[in-house]
């Protein structure tokens, strides 16, 4: 098993000091990341049942997991006896020594950012990304590097969430703390459209709203930290959140008739073949 280093110095748009935040938490959240991570599974598992590469997979093909974390996707494309071309690349050193810890042997961990890959044009068969690029500042410099890194015929599949993710906790927030922002933003259907035909022409985007059920805003809140992905931005409160806004939060966010609670993600999915 190789650990290849490839993390850049500088970043074009969001500040070095947010991606090592976004790094450090990611990595902290490692060890509990593949428990809470039901609805990665589902949009990572929708991706490959369009993948080539899962059950007829050529000897010489080289596929790359990009912000592949606990490295749960990566090990669906490293059958033992063709894993030499896999490779998992992730901002998150701690992510990535996880993955590493799971095996299996023969594939690459590259620790990177996704915005200026460490590999060379026209290196790989297969690009598969779930759930990463709504952390990059540049989605487009992302979507640029996969159509570089990609050969003529290679196929890229990434998922991402949208705007009107996690609607009812971002509506209840405001209402308990309006001064600031307690949940991520992210691209409107219209600006990630725009953007992914503006660097892949005729790439297909499929979208669908997800709703899955919680216990309580709380075990939603848990379920966020336990994967890392609590909100990172500007805005934030620096000190820990008073219990009564937390309290009134809670009350603020609409119950099911049995007292349970939903949240919706907006999810999307992109396929594109290069020519
Ligand atoms: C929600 S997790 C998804 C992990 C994995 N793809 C899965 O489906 O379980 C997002 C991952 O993206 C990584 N990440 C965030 N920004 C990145 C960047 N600029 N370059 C590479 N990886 C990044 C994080 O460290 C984290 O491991």
Redesign the pocket.
């Given at each position: 098993m190789r650990v290849v280093s490839g993390l850049p110095g500088g970043s074009a748009g969001i500040s070095q000091t947010l991606?090592s935040d976004?790094?450090r938490s990611?990595g902290v959240a490692s060890s509990t990341?593949d428990r809470a991570?039901r609805l990665?599974r589902f949009m990572?598992d929708t991706m490959l049942q369009r993948c080539p590469f899962v059950d007829d997979q050529p000897l010489d093909a080289r596929i790359l997991?990009?912000?592949?974390?606990?490295g749960?996707?990566t090990r669906k494309f490293a059958d033992p006896a063709k894993s030499e071309g896999v490779s998992g690349?992730?901002?998150?050193p701690g992510?990535l020594e996880q993955a590493r810890r799971q095996g299996p042997k023969g594939v690459s961990w590259i620790a990177?950012?996704?915005?200026h890959l460490p590999l060379s044009d026209n290196s790989h068969d297969q690009v598969f990304?779930?759930?990463?690029i709504q952390?990059?500042d540049d989605p487009c410099a992302v979507l640029r590097e996969c159509r570089r890194i990609l050969r003529p015929d290679g196929c890229l599949m990434m998922s991402t969430l949208l705007d009107g993710t996690l609607r009812e906790l971002k509506a209840a927030w405001e209402a308990a703390d309006p001064d600031h922002q307690h949940v991520n933003r992210f691209e409107t259907g219209f600006a990630w459209q725009t953007k992914v035909h503006a660097e892949l022409p005729d790439a297909v985007i499929e979208t669908r709203t997800i709703r899955l059920r919680y216990q309580s805003p709380m075990a939603l809140a848990g379920e966020l930290r336990q994967?890392?992905?609590g909100f990172r931005g500007a805005g934030r409160r620096r000190a820990v959140t008073a219990p009564g806004r937390v309290r009134l939060m809670d009350s603020q966010y609409p119950r099911e008739p049995d007292g349970t609670i939903m949240a919706s993600y907006e999810a999307a999915w992109i396929y594109w073949q290069k020519q």
């Open positions: 991606k976004i790094a990611f990341y991570s990665q990572g997991d990009l912000g592949c974390g606990t749960w996707f690349l992730d901002l998150s992510m990177g950012d996704a915005e990304s779930n759930l990463m952390w990059c994967l890392g992905a």
